[in-house]
């Protein structure tokens, strides 16, 4: 019998969020009293499939945080580096996990579902990501704003989180690409492995404005 391989979920939670208009990390906003950050934690934390999780904190948000997971068992809190890559590499670097999941914390509409979905896929690539099919027609451009072509929409994604790797995968390419990229999957489509995309919900949107927080409550709310 083959032994199960067991996965850490890495949710990064430092982020400027400059464009969030409040002189507060938006991944401490309050929703019904509960921390943004904590609707994904929690949906990790009660998967059975998810045997640790490394939250990637600010400097000055670390106090807040570990007040707020207080009594959580196999969470690591880690301190953020200077520059997102720097982040991952570090969480990466804490686990030794087969594979890794790893989630923006201003997602908090994240659904068992995905988790479960990932997991299944990862066994036969060594990177799956969450996407939807994009709504609108797509235009491939030069640089000088000329169309090159348009793609049938029906092959057209956009990407979201949460994404899984295989962690050893996940680590070689970034220690051969500095890329500091916010989509990890393409990292691995740089050096020819082969990603899957598994279909997600549009609710799953990342809290940037004060407008997608609001939109993240009605859907908590439909949840």
């Known amino acids: 019998m083959l032994k199960k391989k067991k996965t850490t979920a890495i949710i990064l939670m430092a982020g400027k969020s400059s464009?969030?208009?409040?002189?507060i990390n938006k991944n401490l906003e309050l929703i019904k009293k509960k921390p943004l950050f904590m609707y994904s934690l929690d949906v990790f934390y009660n998967n059975k499939n998810i045997d640790k999780i490394i939250l990637v904190v600010k400097k000055e948000d670390l106090d807040e945080v570990n007040?707020?997971?207080k009594g959580y068992e196999n969470v690591l809190v880690l301190e953020s580096k200077s520059e997102r890559e720097a982040s991952l590499v570090e969480a990466l670097n804490n686990t030794d996990t087969d594979n890794v999941i790893i989630h923006d914390g201003?997602?908090?509409?994240?659904?068992?579902?995905?988790?479960?979905?990932?997991?299944?896929e990862i066994k036969k690539y060594k990177g799956v990501t969450m996407g939807v099919i994009s709504k609108d027609n797509i235009k491939i451009c030069n640089s000088d704003e000329e169309v090159l072509r348009t793609p049938k929409r029906a092959n057209t994604w956009v990407v979201q989180h949460p994404q899984c790797f295989n962690r050893e995968v996940l680590l070689d390419v970034m220690e051969k690409d500095k890329t500091n990229t916010k989509d990890d999957a393409l990292l691995l489509e740089k050096y020819g492995y082969i990603?899957?995309?598994?279909?997600g919900d549009y609710?799953?949107?990342?809290?940037t404005t004060l407008e997608d927080l609001e939109k993240a409550k009605k859907y908590l709310d439909e949840e």
């Open 203 to 207: 609710s799953n949107i990342k809290v």
């Open 19 to 23: 464009r969030y208009n409040k002189n």
């Open 195 to 199: 990603v899957k995309v598994v279909e």
């Open 106 to 120: 201003a997602r908090p509409v994240i659904k068992a579902s995905y988790i479960d979905a990932l997991l299944n």
């Open 67 to 69: 007040k707020d997971i």
